[in-house]
Structure formats: structure tokens, C-alpha cells
């Protein structure tokens, strides 16, 4: 048992089923993105990010009155920190299946995601080279860790993998709805912090270690009518230490619920208008319109393989250019794409000084000008940016051009003889890209080296790969 509220598309059942392995790049360093620490509620993983107190993250180093161990009891309102909403980007959830999956149970998990899918623009995609993704395992590879149901709650920080845990028994309709529903960023119903109101919780009737599957979480964002028929509400007889009692019972007037709570196999259709208002909330306007930061010359990798797979989840999106393959044209990446909206747009912004969340937000701007656009979102008004002047103007067709021989240079004989090029299992290689077009070829140029010495050196560069000395 466990979760709250999400969405996708049948279509994608065919797709995700064929997801296993991906490609390695060549070599790259990994992003320099910490894991995530989580407190684990019940069968929920809450990345610490998502943890707010007075508007700031929460510590949860080693010692913080904050941090939470597994079968910890502490009701998150008694020291006042809320969770934020961490959804998806663009709804779109990466996902890679662990190698025990059977192609049964792939199916079974892509019809759930379809499920959640059916109101709200959300949907489920296969992971190709994505950093930021949701791994479905069945085995813990971390034999101090039990094994269960269990998943982590939304996507709290991007370009990090995020887990769904579902042991041999979790593999039925009720619990995959359920780890999914807290996979796309919903907590447990019974947990709402106003729940009180609506039911009481009898903890005399439920063990020391299971106690926190019952702490109230307090939201930082709306939830909607309480739902007792909610996928993420739990039975009445939840964890009870006596089978003849039930630990939660319906407040006064809400008594013909008492069967009937956290029974439900799929989600209601509550939870369908709580995921399909949270989620709808994605395509909405700047609120704030002036730099939040200082303008810059020099750039972050993650920052920019951060945006290009942000690119590549709204090309997916239905909210977005609702396209089967992304960021991805005829299996080979969308060069075009990439060298407008990354280079011309979110680059130039992040030089002038805007946050890379309003950098990105302009993207998403500019794209639901486009005619593509709003042929696809017929009455749908398009959003609109601030102008702005850019510290750094960048050639978007040296940088097109640069791609294309880098993805020439990944197929050829004398390169790294990918017959893919820059392209893992149909999707964009957005770690390769991000480092020999970003770290090497950008910032030589940025140093004022010549479009000539910069390319250089990245062939140089990817020569002095192991990859690159087996093959050669």
C-alpha cells in the first residue's frame, strides 16, 4: 500500500516495454550532482530538497535534528517543515527497468502509467542517456536496505536517478497505481495535514516502528477536496497491531466511508484533478521578469546538460510539442533544435543573468510562440518573455554546425565508430554533447581560441579516451 495523484498514454506501453540498457558516452565525467537524502516516511523516499522550513531546504546532515532513518516516528508538524511539490518536468518521467523485469511486468507498470496518464498531460517515456530518470527494480542491490514497496516522492533535483521499488508481491493493480502516484509527486492522503479534520488515527492500535506511516506531512502546495477513495489512502486496518480494530476511523459525518477508504485499485477521479491542476501549473508566465543574478561569461556543465534534457522532456510533453521521439529526428538528435533554444535562447539569457529557471522559462516561451506549437494547443493562448540584451551572443549555426561533425566524429572510422553517432538507444547522447561541445569546444571559444583550435580540441580530446585507444 502506498500513495497520492498522477499520468500517460497507452501508446507508450509498446515503447516503454523495450527499455533496457542505454550506451555509455565517451568517457565524460559523470554530473557532479549528489544523491539524494532522503527521509523515508512509510514506503515514501523524500529527497531532502524538496524539505522546506522558512522557505529554505532543510538540513538533513549527519546529526540534524531534521534527519529522519527509516522507521523513525516524528509528525513532520510538530517541527514545521513542509514538502514542496517536486513534479516532473513537463510531466515526463524518464524510466529504466531493472535487467529481472519480465517483459509482463513491464507492461503491467506502463498501462498503470497510462492510468495516471488518462486526464492530466503527464506521461512516462523510455530513458535513453538521461541523467535525471526513475529506476523500477525489483531486487535491492543494497541488502541493508528491506525490500517492499516503496518509491521516491517526485523528482525533488534534476540530473539525479530516482528509485521505484517493487518486491514480488508489490505486483499488482493497487500498489503499482500507488508507488507510481508517489513517483509523480504525490504524498499519502492520510497524511495531508489536514486529515484530522476528516479522520483520527488510533496509534494504540499500531507498532512502534510503523508509526511514522501515519505522520502528518505538511504541504506547501494545494490538494484539493480530501479524497477517502484516493489510491494514496490507506485501508482502515492499516498496520494494525489488533486485525478487529482499525487504526483509522472516519470523523462524525463521514461515516459511510469506513469500508470503503483506501480501497481503491486505481486512482480516483480526484486524484485525477489534483495531478491534472498541479501539473497544468507547469505552462504558466515569468513571475519574476528582472535578472536574479549576476550576468556571466562562464557556464556550469550541468547547467547545460541540465537544460537539454529539460528541452528534451517539453519536446516529449503533450503540454509541449507533443513529439514521439523528443528531442530526436530519424534517430538522430534535433541539432536544430538544440542550437536554437539552448544556444540562442537559454545560453543568452543565463549570460545576462537570469536564473536558470527563468532562462529555461523563456525557452518554454518562445517554443509556444512557435507555429509548431500552436498547431498542436489550437486556443491555447502562448506565453510570453521579458526582452533582454544578452552579455554573450552566440553563433547558433557555428554551433550546428560543430554538432554535426561531432556526431560525424562519433560514427567515422578514424573517431569512436558509434554507428549511432551522438545518439543512445534513439535518444540524444546529453552527457557526450554536454561535454565536448560544452566543456572543451565552448569554453576554448569562450577563451577566444578560433573555431579551428577549439574543434581540435575535442578531437584531441576524445583521442585521449580509453574508448577512443581500444578502438584505435
Same mark, same amino acid.
Given at each position: 500500500?502506498?500513495?497520492r495523484?498522477?499520468?500517460?498514454?497507452?501508446?507508450?506501453?509498446?515503447?516503454?516495454?523495450?527499455?533496457?540498457? %542505454?550506451?555509455?558516452?565517451?568517457?565524460?565525467t559523470?554530473?557532479?550532482?549528489?544523491?539524494?537524502?532522503?527521509?523515508?516516511?512509510?514506503?515514501?523516499?523524500?529527497?531532502?530538497?524538496s524539505?522546506i522550513?522558512?522557505?529554505?531546504?532543510v538540513?538533513?546532515?549527519p546529526?540534524?535534528?531534521?534527519?529522519?532513518p527509516?522507521?523513525?516516528?516524528?509528525?513532520?508538524?510538530? *517541527?514545521?517543515w513542509r514538502?514542496? *511539490?517536486?513534479?516532473?518536468? =513537463?510531466?515526463?518521467?524518464?524510466i529504466?527497468?531493472?535487467?529481472?523485469?519480465?517483459?509482463?511486468q513491464?507492461?503491467?507498470?506502463?498501462? $498503470?502509467?497510462?492510468?495516471?496518464?488518462r486526464?492530466a498531460?503527464?506521461?512516462?517515456i523510455?530513458?535513453?542517456?538521461?541523467?535525471?530518470?526513475?529506476?523500477?527494480?525489483?531486487s535491492?542491490?543494497d541488502? =541493508?536496505?528491506a525490500?517492499?514497496?516503496?518509491?521516491?516522492?517526485?523528482?525533488a533535483?534534476?540530473?539525479?536517478?530516482?528509485?521505484?521499488h517493487?518486491s514480488p508481491?508489490?505486483w499488482?493493480?493497487?500498489?503499482v497505481?500507488?508507488? #507510481?502516484?508517489?513517483?509523480?509527486? *504525490?504524498? %499519502?492522503?492520510?497524511?495531508?495535514?489536514d486529515?484530522?479534520?476528516?479522520?483520527?488515527?488510533?496509534?494504540?492500535?499500531v507498532?512502534?516502528? $510503523?508509526?511514522?506511516?501515519?505522520?502528518?506531512?505538511a504541504?506547501?502546495?494545494?490538494?484539493?477536496?480530501?479524497?477517502?477513495?484516493?489510491?494514496? %489512502?490507506?485501508?482502515?486496518?492499516?498496520?494494525? =497491531?489488533?486485525?478487529?480494530?482499525?487504526?483509522?476511523?472516519?470523523q462524525?459525518?463521514?461515516?459511510?466511508f469506513?469500508?470503503? #477508504?483506501?480501497? $481503491?485499485?486505481?486512482?480516483?477521479?480526484?486524484?485525477?484533478?489534483?495531478?491534472?491542476?498541479?501539473?497544468?501549473?507547469?505552462?504558466?508566465?515569468?513571475?519574476?521578469?528582472?535578472?536574479?543574478?549576476?550576468?556571466?561569461?562562464q557556464?556550469?556543465?550541468?547547467?547545460?546538460?541540465?537544460?537539454?534534457?529539460?528541452?528534451h522532456?517539453?519536446?516529449?510533453?503533450?503540454m509541449?510539442?507533443?513529439?514521439?521521439?523528443?528531442?530526436?529526428?530519424?534517430?538522430?538528435?534535433?541539432?536544430?533544435g538544440?542550437?536554437?533554444w539552448? *544556444?540562442?535562447?537559454y545560453?543568452?539569457?543565463?549570460?545576462?543573468?537570469?536564473?536558470?529557471?527563468?532562462?529555461?522559462?523563456?525557452?518554454? $516561451?518562445?517554443i509556444?510562440q512557435s507555429?509548431?506549437?500552436?498547431?498542436?494547443?489550437?486556443?491555447?493562448?502562448?506565453?510570453?518573455?521579458?526582452?533582454?540584451?544578452?552579455?554573450?551572443?552566440?553563433?547558433?549555426?557555428?554551433f550546428?554546425?560543430?554538432?554535426n561533425?561531432?556526431?560525424?566524429?562519433?560514427?567515422?572510422?578514424d573517431?569512436?565508430?558509434?554507428?549511432?553517432?551522438?545518439?543512445?538507444?534513439?535518444?540524444?547522447?546529453?552527457?557526450?554533447?554536454?561535454?565536448?561541445?560544452?566543456?572543451?569546444?565552448?569554453?576554448?571559444?569562450?577563451?577566444?581560441?578560433?573555431?579551428?583550435?577549439a574543434?581540435?580540441?575535442?578531437?584531441?580530446s576524445?583521442?585521449?579516451?580509453?574508448?577512443?585507444r581500444?578502438?584505435?
Amino acid at each position: 500500500m502506498k500513495t497520492r495523484r498522477v499520468w500517460l498514454s497507452t501508446a507508450l506501453a509498446c515503447v516503454l516495454v523495450t527499455t533496457l540498457g %542505454h550506451g555509455q558516452t565517451a568517457e565524460p565525467t559523470a554530473p557532479l550532482v549528489p544523491p539524494a537524502t532522503n527521509i523515508v516516511i512509510g514506503d515514501q523516499l523524500i529527497d531532502s530538497t524538496s524539505v522546506i522550513e522558512a522557505g529554505r531546504p532543510v538540513d538533513l546532515t549527519p546529526g540534524s535534528r531534521f534527519l529522519k532513518p527509516r522507521g523513525a516516528t516524528v509528525d513532520s508538524n510538530g *517541527f514545521g517543515w513542509r514538502i514542496k *511539490f517536486s513534479g516532473w518536468d =513537463a510531466g515526463v518521467i524518464p524510466i529504466q527497468f531493472s535487467s529481472e523485469l519480465s517483459t509482463a511486468q513491464r507492461e503491467f507498470f506502463a498501462n $498503470a502509467c497510462a492510468d495516471w496518464g488518462r486526464v492530466a498531460q503527464v506521461s512516462c517515456i523510455p530513458r535513453t542517456s538521461q541523467s535525471g530518470y526513475v529506476v523500477v527494480r525489483q531486487s535491492n542491490p543494497d541488502p =541493508a536496505v528491506a525490500s517492499g514497496c516503496y518509491s521516491n516522492v517526485g523528482q525533488a533535483r534534476r540530473l539525479v536517478a530516482y528509485e521505484i521499488h517493487l518486491s514480488p508481491e508489490c505486483w499488482n493493480t493497487r500498489n503499482v497505481h500507488h508507488e #507510481l502516484g508517489h513517483a509523480f509527486g *504525490f504524498i %499519502h492522503e492520510h497524511q495531508r495535514p489536514d486529515r484530522d479534520a476528516y479522520i483520527s488515527i488510533d496509534l494504540s492500535n499500531v507498532a512502534a516502528d $510503523a508509526r511514522s506511516q501515519f505522520d502528518r506531512i505538511a504541504l506547501a502546495d494545494p490538494l484539493g477536496p480530501y479524497d477517502f477513495l484516493s489510491v494514496m %489512502h490507506y485501508p482502515r486496518g492499516a498496520f494494525a =497491531a489488533d486485525s478487529s480494530r482499525p487504526t483509522i476511523v472516519p470523523q462524525a459525518g463521514y461515516g459511510s466511508f469506513a469500508t470503503t #477508504l483506501g480501497t $481503491a485499485a486505481l486512482p480516483s477521479d480526484l486524484d485525477h484533478a489534483a495531478i491534472q491542476h498541479l501539473y497544468t501549473a507547469y505552462l504558466r508566465p515569468l513571475s519574476l521578469t528582472a535578472p536574479l543574478e549576476l550576468p556571466r561569461t562562464q557556464f556550469d556543465r550541468n547547467d547545460f546538460l541540465d537544460a537539454m534534457e529539460r528541452l528534451h522532456a517539453f519536446y516529449y510533453s503533450r503540454m509541449g510539442l507533443n513529439r514521439p521521439a523528443g528531442l530526436s529526428v530519424n534517430n538522430k538528435p534535433d541539432f536544430l533544435g538544440l542550437a536554437t533554444w539552448i *544556444f540562442d535562447i537559454y545560453l543568452a539569457a543565463r549570460s545576462r543573468g537570469f536564473s536558470a529557471e527563468q532562462a529555461f522559462g523563456m525557452v518554454v $516561451a518562445d517554443i509556444s510562440q512557435s507555429t509548431e506549437w500552436r498547431g498542436k494547443h489550437p486556443g491555447q493562448a502562448p506565453l510570453t518573455r521579458p526582452s533582454f540584451t544578452p552579455v554573450l551572443s552566440f553563433d547558433r549555426a557555428e554551433f550546428l554546425d560543430t554538432l554535426n561533425r561531432l556526431d560525424a566524429f562519433y560514427q567515422s572510422a578514424d573517431g569512436l565508430q558509434r554507428p549511432e553517432g551522438l545518439s543512445i538507444s534513439g535518444g540524444p547522447d546529453f552527457l557526450g554533447i554536454a561535454t565536448w561541445l560544452f566543456d572543451v569546444y565552448l569554453n576554448e571559444r569562450l577563451r577566444g581560441s578560433s573555431s579551428t583550435v577549439a574543434w581540435s580540441r575535442v578531437v584531441s580530446s576524445i583521442q585521449a579516451t580509453d574508448e577512443w585507444r581500444r578502438k584505435h
